[in-house]
């Protein structure tokens, strides 16, 4: 009985633990958030720090935050999601989002209480590595 009840407490203890981790994670957003609340509306630079077949997400300089841009808010085609390239390209223009690319975004909505951020407006400033690395080609 008593190892059956120090298992238990152990598997309890475990449970408590990953929770205070999501808590943590989850809160660690909200100040940087609330900080930049009042530039909503204004452009930010960043780098695509994560490409997804729904869009991508940039981290926002020297904040911390990562945010999110929608794939339809990268306008005038319709983006593929390429994960041996880790990156969204054009189906008839052929334009490329990948990881690395310094980028400006336009600031939409900040959710201080979620500590999420929702971005658009993306212009590719830079790109990483080697000249010549936006007209690879398939």
Same mark, same amino acid.
């Given at each position: 009985a008593d190892f059956d009840s120090a298992v238990a407490l152990a598997d309890h203890c475990s449970d408590r633990e990953r929770s205070a981790q999501r808590i943590e994670r989850d809160c660690a957003d909200i100040r940087p958030a609330a900080a930049i609340k009042a530039q909503e509306g204004e452009r930010m630079e960043g780098m695509v720090v994560s490409i997804l077949g729904s869009g991508l997400f940039v981290e %926002?300089? +020297?904040?911390? *935050?990562?945010? #999110?841009?929608?794939? +339809?808010? %990268?306008?005038?085609?319709?983006?593929?999601?390429? /994960?041996?390239?880790?990156? %969204?390209?054009?189906? $008839?223009?052929? $334009? $490329? #989002? $990948? *990881?690395?690319?310094?980028? @400006?975004?336009? *600031? +939409?909505?900040?959710?201080?209480?979620?500590?999420?951020?929702? *971005?658009?407006? %993306?212009?590719?400033?830079?790109? /990483?590595? @080697? /000249?010549? #690395?936006?007209? +690879?080609?398939?």
């Open positions: %926002l300089g +020297e904040t911390g *935050l990562d945010g #999110f841009v929608a794939a +339809e808010q %990268l306008g005038g085609d319709w983006y593929r999601h390429d /994960p041996e390239r880790h990156a %969204l390209i054009g189906e $008839r223009t052929g $334009r $490329r #989002f $990948r *990881l690395g690319q310094t980028v @400006s975004v336009l *600031l +939409e909505y900040v959710d201080v209480a979620q500590g999420r951020v929702w *971005l658009g407006g %993306l212009t590719v400033l830079a790109e /990483p590595g @080697s /000249p010549g #690395f936006d007209e +690879e080609k398939d």
